[in-house]
C-alpha cells in the first residue's frame, strides 16, 4: 500500500447544497485511511460507487477543507474542484453506474481527535451532526445511505508502542496485514473492515489506541466484543456489568432481531459525550471503565442500553431530519429504562419517571420549544420523547405496542424515517387518538400533567414518595414513628432518602436513632444521603460516621472525609494516614480531594508536602484526561497560581477537544493575567509554548 501527497490547490465556488438523492445515489464507499497522531493528519484513498438516475450537472460529496489528487472517474481522469465544504464533479459521469476513486489529505479541526501524549495516545472520531466530512469524504444529509468499507493503516514503533495498537472501525474484520516500508524503516499495518448494509455517514467510526478484548456470544449468535485498556484489565466485570444479559433483553423486548452482524464496545479518554452508537461500534466515556467500588458510584448500564438501542432506533432506521431527533433518542431513552428495569426492578423504573417528569415540569416553565422542532432541547428530545413512548405503551398496552414497534422497524428498515411514518403505524394496529396524542406530547411544549400523573398512579412507590414528600411541614414528632419503621425497612431507597432529608435542621436528640439505622444499613444510596445531608456531624455519632471512611463507595468516602476533617480539625491526621493511599474512580477525584485537604490543612514544612504538591499539579497535565484535569486546576490554581507548570498546563488545555476543559482554561486565564505578576509570567512562557498554544495565548492576553 501506498500514501500518496497530495499537493494540488482548491478552487472556491459557490455551490454548497447537496445533490438531490432523486437524481443520484451514493451506494458504497471503500476507503484506506491513516491517521497519522504526529502531524494530526489523516489521509487516505476513497472509492465511491454511485448511481445517476436522472439528468444533473454536477456530482457533490461532503469534504471539509481537505485536498485531493489521482482524481479518477470510471477509469479515467478527470477535472474538479474543490471550495472549503464540497469535492464537486462536472464531467466524466454518466446515466447508470458510476465509479469514482481519489486520493485525500486533511488536518480536522473536529470529529477526528487526536488525544493523550506519544507514548500512550488514542485516536478516535465523532460524527453525529454533520461532522464526518472533516476527516472523510462523506455526506453531511442523513438520508443519504450507502454501505462502507473502512480500512485503517496504523504505525508501529517504538516511541509510541504501537505494535499493540489496535484499529476499529465498523463492521466485521475481513483481514488484518502488516508491511515494512523499506526506506521508511517503519512497519505499517492494515486493518479491513466491511459492513454489508448500507447506513447514514454520521455513524462512521474509527478508534486507534492500545486495547485488549473480550469475546461473548449473544443468545441469537451475535458476536458481542468489549474493549478495555491493558491497565484496566481486572475492570471488565464490573464495567460490562449485565452485559450480555442487556443483549439479550433488548433484542427480545425490541423483537426485531439485532441488524447487523457483530456488535463491539471501546472505551476512549475524553470522550465528548457519555456514549455514541456507530453502527455495530459503540463508544463510550473512559468514565465508565469502574472497579468493583466505583461501580456503586456510577455504571454503564444505562449507557450501554441506551447506545445499544441506538443499533435500531438511529442505525438501522434513521430520522429524516432534526425535527424527528425524538425517534432517535426517546426510542434509545427508552428501551433503556426497559432494561434497567429488567436489571433493577419495577420501583427503580418508576423513580427513573418520576425524576424526569420533574424535570420536564420545570423546564417547562421556561422552554417554549417542543418535542417536534429541529431545536428542541436534548431532555425533550430524550427524556419526554420516552415519557411519550411510555404514555403510549399505556394506552395501548404493551402487547400492541410491541406489535407497533416490530411493525414499524420492518417496514423501514435501512430507510429514513419521519414522525407520520411511526404514527400511522400506530393507526394501523389500534384505535389510538394519534393526533390528539401527537398535539398534546410532540407539538406542544406544555407539560402533559393529567397523562403523566396516569401512568405514575400505578406505581405506589411513588405515591409513597409524593405523599412523604407532602408532609415535610408537619412536625418531626408526628412522623418519628413512621421514620423508624421506613428506616429500618427495606423499603426504596429514594423513601429512606426523603425521611433523611426531613431530618435535617432537627436536634439530634430526636434524630440520633434514626440516623444510626442509616449507618447501619448496606444501602449505597442511603449512605451517600448521609454523606451528603448530614454535615455537622454529632459527636455522639462520630464514631459510627467514620464507618463512612470505609464504605464502599468512593463517593461517600469523599464526603465523610471532608466532613470530617472539617468538624475534627484534632483527628486530623489520623484521617489522612487512613485516606493516604486512596486513588478512587477512573477521574482520581477522591485522590484528588485528599491532596486538596491535605496541602490546605497541613503546614509546608510537612515532608510529604512537596510530593504531595507535586502529584496534584502533574493532574493538571496532558497525561490525565480532562475530568481529572478540571478539578485539580481547581485546586492549584487556588493554591499555587505562580507554578510555572500550572499556567502551561493550563495554555495546554485551550486546545483540548473536550470544550468543558477549553472553557474552564480560557475563562481562568482570562482572570489570572488581571493580576500584574502573572500577567507577566504569562507572556514569559510564550515563547517557549507551541504555535498553536503561543497564538491562543495572545489572543486571550489582547
Not at 500577567?679 to 510564550?686: S, W
Request: aromatic share 14%.
Amino acid at each position: 500500500m501506498r500514501f500518496y501527497t497530495l499537493l494540488l490547490s482548491l478552487f472556491a465556488t459557490g455551490f454548497l447544497w447537496a445533490q438531490s438523492p432523486v437524481s443520484v445515489d451514493f451506494t458504497a464507499l471503500k476507503a484506506t485511511v491513516f491517521p497519522n497522531f504526529d502531524t494530526k493528519e489523516v489521509s487516505g484513498h476513497c472509492q465511491f460507487t454511485f448511481t445517476v438516475k436522472a439528468p444533473t450537472d454536477t456530482i457533490r460529496i461532503d469534504a471539509k477543507k481537505m485536498r485531493f489528487s489521482l482524481m479518477m472517474l470510471n477509469g479515467k481522469a478527470v477535472e474538479y474542484s474543490a471550495n472549503e465544504r464540497q469535492l464537486l464533479l462536472y464531467t466524466g459521469f454518466k446515466k447508470g453506474k458510476n465509479r469514482l476513486s481519489f486520493n485525500y489529505t486533511a488536518r480536522p479541526k473536529q470529529a477526528l481527535y487526536f488525544v493523550g501524549i506519544a507514548d500512550d495516545y488514542q485516536i478516535w472520531t465523532q460524527g453525529q451532526g454533520k461532522y464526518t466530512s472533516h476527516w472523510l469524504p462523506s455526506f453531511d444529509d442523513v438520508n443519504e445511505k450507502l454501505t462502507f468499507s473502512i480500512s485503517v493503516t496504523t504505525l508501529e514503533n517504538e516511541v509510541a508502542n504501537s505494535n499493540r495498537l489496535t484499529a476499529l472501525s465498523n463492521g466485521e474484520l475481513v483481514k488484518k496485514e502488516s508491511f515494512r516500508a523499506i526506506q521508511e524503516g517503519k512497519i505499517y499495518t492494515t486493518w479491513n473492515y466491511r459492513m454489508k448494509k448500507p447506513m447514514a455517514s454520521y455513524l462512521v467510526m474509527l478508534a486507534v489506541g492500545n486495547f485488549t478484548v473480550k469475546s461473548e456470544t449473544s443468545a441469537s449468535g451475535i458476536p458481542l466484543e468489549s474493549y478495555l485498556q491493558p491497565k484496566d484489565a481486572d475492570k471488565w466485570a464490573t464495567t460490562y456489568w449485565h452485559n450480555e444479559r442487556i443483549f439479550n433483553f433488548l433484542e427480545k423486548e425490541i423483537g426485531v432481531k439485532y441488524p447487523w452482524r457483530i456488535y463491539r464496545q471501546i472505551p476512549v479518554r475524553d470522550f465528548l459525550y457519555a456514549g455514541m452508537e456507530n453502527t455495530t461500534s459503540t463508544l463510550f466515556a473512559q468514565d465508565y471503565v469502574v472497579d468493583s467500588i466505583a461501580v456503586n458510584d456510577k455504571n454503564y448500564c444505562n449507557v450501554n442500553a441506551h447506545e445499544l438501542a441506538h443499533q435500531w432506533f438511529g442505525d438501522l432506521i434513521t430520522a429524516q431530519s432534526g425535527k424527528h431527533h425524538w425517534l432517535q433518542e426517546g426510542f434509545a431513552t427508552y428501551y433503556a429504562l426497559l432494561a434497567e428495569k429488567e436489571l433493577f426492578g419495577e420501583d427503580y423504573f418508576y423513580y427513573q419517571l418520576y425524576r424526569n417528569a420533574n424535570l420536564i415540569k420545570a423546564a417547562a416553565k421556561n422552554d417554549t420549544v417542543p418535542i417536534l422542532h429541529e431545536k428542541a432541547s436534548s431532555l425533550s428530545y430524550y427524556q419526554k420523547g420516552a415519557w411519550a413512548l411510555h404514555y403510549l405503551q399505556d394506552q395501548v398496552g404493551k402487547k400492541v405496542f410491541d406489535e407497533i414497534v416490530k411493525a414499524y422497524l420492518k417496514k423501514y428498515a435501512f430507510k429514513n424515517v419521519a414522525t407520520a411514518d411511526f404514527l400511522a403505524v400506530v393507526q394501523r394496529y389500534s384505535d389510538f387518538d394519534t393526533e390528539a396524542f401527537q398535539q398534546r406530547w410532540l407539538e406542544s411544549y406544555k407539560y402533559p400533567e393529567a397523562d403523566i400523573n396516569q401512568c405514575l398512579a400505578k406505581s405506589a412507590m411513588v405515591q409513597a414518595l409524593v405523599q412523604l414528600q407532602k408532609e415535610r411541614s408537619l412536625p418531626l414528632e408526628n412522623k418519628l414513628s413512621r421514620f423508624t419503621t421506613l428506616l429500618a425497612s427495606k423499603a426504596f431507597w429514594p423513601l429512606q432518602a426523603e425521611v433523611l432529608f426531613q431530618l435535617k435542621g432537627h436536634p439530634i436528640a430526636q434524630t440520633e436513632a434514626l440516623y444510626r439505622l442509616a449507618l447501619h444499613g448496606d444501602n449505597i444510596d442511603v449512605l451517600t444521603a448521609v454523606s451528603e445531608l448530614l454535615t455537622d456531624i454529632p459527636e455522639q455519632l462520630k464514631a459510627t460516621y467514620e464507618t463512612l471512611l470505609q464504605a464502599p463507595s468512593y463517593g461517600v468516602r469523599g464526603n465523610a472525609l471532608v466532613h470530617l476533617l472539617k468538624r475534627f480539625p484534632n483527628d486530623r491526621m489520623r484521617y489522612f494516614e487512613l485516606a493516604k493511599d486512596w486513588r478512587g474512580a477512573n477521574d482520581l477525584g477522591l485522590r484528588i480531594d485528599y491532596l486538596g485537604a491535605y496541602l490546605v490543612l497541613m503546614p509546608e514544612t510537612n515532608p510529604d508536602y512537596a510530593s504531595l504538591k507535586a502529584e496534584l499539579i502533574d493532574f493538571t497535565s496532558p497525561k490525565y484526561e480532562s475530568v481529572t484535569r478540571i478539578p485539580a486546576f481547581q485546586q492549584v490554581v487556588s493554591l499555587f497560581p505562580q507554578e510555572k507548570a500550572v499556567l502551561r498546563n493550563l495554555v495546554n488545555a485551550t486546545q483540548h477537544p473536550k470544550w468543558q476543559l477549553v472553557k474552564y482554561a480560557r475563562d481562568t486565564i482570562r482572570k489570572l493575567i488581571k493580576q500584574e505578576a502573572l500577567r507577566e509570567e504569562f507572556t514569559a512562557l510564550i515563547a517557549e509554548l507551541p504555535q498553536d498554544e503561543q497564538a491562543e495565548l495572545r489572543r486571550l492576553m489582547q
